[in-house]
């Protein structure tokens, strides 16, 4: 398991809205040949009726700190995007997120790399 990004923020904050395009790395976008190395090539998962999380947690914890639900921008691209409510980034440290889809059949795929955030204190 690896992860796809590190996301760098400041205890105390509730920007940015962070926006994920999700795709399938399996499946080759329109015109394009599949590259398993290169994302660019792969095709959008296609978000129409379904509901994304994002669950978050601490590095090497299993107590989750949030759940934040995604906003879907563009269903058909797989475009979502999350903003953090008031208090969900409280405390410094390096936390891992869980992108899960639920499609409108309630199946469930979840995004096998991890995104990282990285959370330093505010000066306040």
Known sequence: MGYSTTIKLVTGDNLPQLTF????????????????????????????????????????????????????????????????????????GMFEGEIEITNASSQVLTVYDLVKFNIRSDFD
């Open 21 to 92: 395009t999700l795709k399938d790395s399996n499946t080759a976008a329109a015109g394009q040949t599949l590259d398993p190395n290169d994302s660019d090539t792969w095709a959008p998962i296609n978000l129409t009726g379904s509901a994304v999380k994002v669950r978050i947690r601490l590095i090497g914890a299993t107590d989750l700190l949030a759940t934040l639900t995604a906003t879907i921008t563009g269903a058909s691209t797989g475009v979502c995007t999350v903003i953090f409510p008031n208090g969900t980034l409280s405390t410094a």
